[in-house]
């Protein structure tokens, strides 16, 4: 039996949807069904979207840091964005576009922006592995994914598992090994550390056992200070205050403030050095594997040496032979087109067994 509160609040209720009243009911019609709507209601979110910035655009509401954005400012950024989407990636109304990213206003501008296109934004858990990540964009079938950097990397980590990718990358990675005479390994940034994706030794007898699949620090390694040096400034202190600077040899940098001024500078150069610093007596040097269409850091590509052999200045010398390399693996490293591809590519199989039969 209802409350004399619940009779209050049923007439409230009646009188704002009643005809007239603010929020006024009609219907619609969806899967055969005939649905209640409020009347005066924008059409779509996209459209609440723009009357909403239209209503308050003086008013800030977006405060990261210095940074402190009005409806309007956001509003007007969301159009290009959505422009683009339309005009140059091709999203059509009903296009699910995930976003795999940290809360920023960047990240709301391009929420705002799949709207005004006719998309339906696809929100992806940030935290999520690259297992995850590619276990929910399948299933939601996202035709276009927007990501930062550290997850741009693990959705990195789907393509490299893939035979097709492994078997490419062997190839470039045995014909740089057979110009610089020293091991070449492939690495991914894995939550707080580097993952050895795939390696190609030298025919030299000296050398580092090492293989696919193990996981080595960010703080000393090459790879690790590459990944580093290309983060954000807010994004790379996170991760510093979360890692434990181990020593691994008398080289190591393990004072955080040195280890900054250290990647500062591995910044302005765009490589990453490890000189003696995760193995006594062995050299590295990375260059960044970077996405073709936004040029986000994928991979690193490092070549290392014992220094009875090699020195960090002849590996040094090496960085425009492996900048080559990493060129032409960064295609190979697009896991959304290679996933489409190999989909079509079962589809196409599974067409012709029909034709047989």
């Known amino acids: 039996m209802k409350t004399e509160l619940d009779l209050k609040m049923d007439a409230v209720m009646a009188a704002m949807t009643a005809e007239g009243g603010p929020l006024a009911l009609t219907e619609i019609e969806r899967f055969g069904r005939k649905l209640p709507v409020i009347a005066a209601a924008p059409p779509t979110l996209g459209a609440y979207v723009a009357h909403f910035c239209n209503e308050h655009q003086a008013t800030e509401f977006l405060v990261a840091g210095d940074e402190r954005l009005t409806f309007g400012a956001v509003y007007a950024a969301a159009t290009q964005v959505a422009a683009a989407l339309v005009g140059g990636f091709g999203v059509k109304k009903g296009d699910r576009v995930g976003i795999a990213a940290r809360n920023s206003p960047a990240w709301i501008t391009l929420y705002f922006g799949i709207l005004l296109a006719g998309g339906v934004a696809t929100l992806l858990n940030g935290w999520w592995q690259a297992d995850e990540f590619r276990e929910a964009i399948e299933d939601v079938d996202c035709s276009l994914v927007f990501a930062d950097g550290p997850r741009a990397a693990r959705?990195?980590?789907?393509?490299?598992?893939?035979?097709?990718?492994?078997?490419?990358?062997?190839?470039?990675?045995?014909?740089?090994?057979?110009?610089?005479?020293?091991?070449?390994?492939?690495?991914?940034?894995?939550?707080?550390?580097?993952?050895?994706?795939?390696?190609?030794?030298?025919?030299?007898?000296?050398?580092?056992?090492?293989?696919?699949?193990?996981?080595?620090?960010?703080?000393?390694?090459?790879?690790?200070?590459?990944?580093?040096?290309?983060?954000?400034?807010?994004?790379?202190?996170?991760?510093?205050?979360?890692?434990?600077?181990?020593?691994?040899?008398?080289?190591?940098?393990?004072?955080?403030?040195?280890?900054?001024?250290?990647?500062?500078?591995?910044?302005?150069?765009?490589?990453?050095?490890?000189?003696?610093?995760?193995?006594?007596?062995?050299?590295?040097?990375?260059?960044?594997?970077?996405?073709?269409?936004?040029?986000?850091?994928?991979?690193?590509?490092?070549?290392?040496?014992?220094?009875?052999?090699?020195?960090?200045?002849?590996?040094?010398?090496?960085?425009?032979?492996?900048?080559?390399?990493?060129?032409?693996?960064?295609?190979?490293?697009?896991?959304?087109?290679?996933?489409?591809?190999?989909?079509?590519?079962?589809?196409?199989?599974?067409?012709?067994?029909?034709?047989?039969?």
């Open 155 to 357: 959705l990195a980590l789907v393509t490299l598992a893939n035979n097709n990718f492994t078997r490419a990358a062997r190839s470039l990675l045995r014909a740089l090994v057979d110009r610089v005479g020293e091991t070449v390994n492939l690495t991914a940034l894995d939550g707080d550390e580097i993952l050895y994706i795939e390696r190609v030794e030298t025919n030299e007898p000296l050398r580092m056992q090492m293989h696919p699949g193990m996981r080595v620090p960010l703080h000393c390694t090459a790879s690790g200070k590459l990944f580093l040096s290309q983060m954000p400034a807010a994004e790379r202190r996170a991760v510093l205050s979360r890692l434990t600077l181990k020593r691994m040899t008398p080289r190591t940098i393990t004072d955080v403030s040195l280890l900054e001024a250290e990647l500062d500078r591995l910044a302005a150069r765009g490589i990453g050095i490890d000189n003696e610093e995760f193995v006594r007596g062995m050299v590295a040097v990375g260059v960044p594997v970077r996405a073709p269409e936004d040029g986000h850091i994928r991979a690193v590509l490092a070549v290392h040496g014992p220094t009875a052999r090699v020195t960090l200045e002849q590996l040094l010398g090496m960085v425009p032979t492996l900048r080559e390399t990493a060129t032409a693996l960064a295609p190979l490293l697009d896991w959304q087109r290679a996933s489409k591809i190999e989909a079509l590519a079962k589809k196409a199989e599974a067409e012709r067994e029909k034709e047989k039969a």
